[in-house]
Structure formats: C-alpha cells, structure tokens
C-alpha cells in the first residue's frame, strides 16, 4: 500500500506543478490499489512521458516500445483485428511516439502482432528481445515500460496478464517492477 501512497503524492505534487490542469478530484484516500489507483498511475506515466518527449528520439526506444505495444495487445494470448487497430491509433495519437513517422511505427507494431499471432512464444521471445535492446540508457527503458503501462490502461482497466508481460519487460530492462506497482 505505502507503493500506492507514493504514487498518489507523486501525482499530486506533479498536478500541482502544472497548476493542477485537467485535474478532477484523487479518489478516496486509502484507497490503495483500487481501480482509481492504475487510472491515477497511467495518468502520471502519461505526463511523465510527455516531459522526456525530446531525449526519446531514439530507433532503440521506438523498436522496443512498440514490442512492448505489441505484447500488452497480445497479451491474453490473441490479437483481434478491432484491438490491433485500437492499439494502433493509441500508438500514433501517443505524444512521445509522434517523434516517429507513423509508418515506421505501424510496420514494427505489426510485425510483431503477426509474429505474437502465428506462434505466440516465438513471437514473445523475439519481442523481448527487441525489448531488452533499449536497457542501455536507464531513461528509455523506463519509458519503454511507461508506454506499455499507458496503451495497457488505456481502456481504465490493466488486466492480470498485461501486468505479467510489463513485469516480465521490466526484468527484460533491468528496471524495478515496484516502481510501476507491479
């Protein structure tokens, strides 16, 4: 709970930072790890993102970012073609990624929907290789994980299985899972 706690602050002081814009209300307090809570968190990974817009110019981030797009997707083992264009238009709204052209960002994307598609472990272990390219630079392989969490909680809701790959993606980077309250 102290993790949810942390986060809370966080979010509050970085709402207050910004003068509190777009700002509406922070749940009960104690409400611990309750579906506010992610919403909260995904909200502060999403501000967090937009702040490191121009160190994430990177093809090591952009490659393993949309891995991560890709497995949070495929995540419960399938990728219907409405969540794939869901997932996709999320990719090319997203702030940090519009440093991209989008068709580099669709190809990545949808290669490694298709490889998750056609063999779903296969395709896992090529995307976490991708993945674990941008562990270098500690920046980008947070920021790799924040995106994850964003297109994951994207509908409010992050489900048990888009958890366990963005845990397994922060072992794959080398980056704390607690620090994203998994």
């Known amino acids: 709970m102290a993790m949810w706690d942390r986060i809370k602050d966080q979010a509050k002081g970085l709402q207050q930072s910004q003068g509190a814009r777009g700002s509406s209300g922070h749940g009960s ?72 052209p989008p068709e580099q960002l669709r190809q990545r994307f949808n290669k490694h929907v298709d490889q998750l598609a056609a063999n779903f472990q296969h395709g896992k272990t090529e995307a976490m290789q991708e993945i674990a390219k941008a562990a270098k630079k500690q920046t980008e392989a947070k920021a790799v994980v924040q995106t994850g969490f964003v297109v994951a909680g994207a509908d409010g809701y992050i489900a048990p299985a888009e958890e366990q790959v963005l845990r397994e993606a922060c072992t794959a980077l080398g980056v704390s899972p607690q620090e994203f309250g998994l």
């Not at 869901?86 to 991209?100: K, T, Y």
């Open 29 to 100: 307090p104690g409400s611990g790890s309750g579906r506010g809570s992610k919403t909260q968190l995904v909200g502060v990974l999403k501000n967090q993102l937009s702040s490191l817009k121009t160190e994430l110019k990177s093809g090591a981030y952009r490659d393993a970012s949309m891995a991560m797009c890709a497995l949070v997707a495929a995540a419960d083992g399938s990728v219907d073609p409405a969540e794939r264009q869901h997932v996709e238009s999320l990719i090319l709204q997203n702030d940090v990624l519009q440093n991209f």
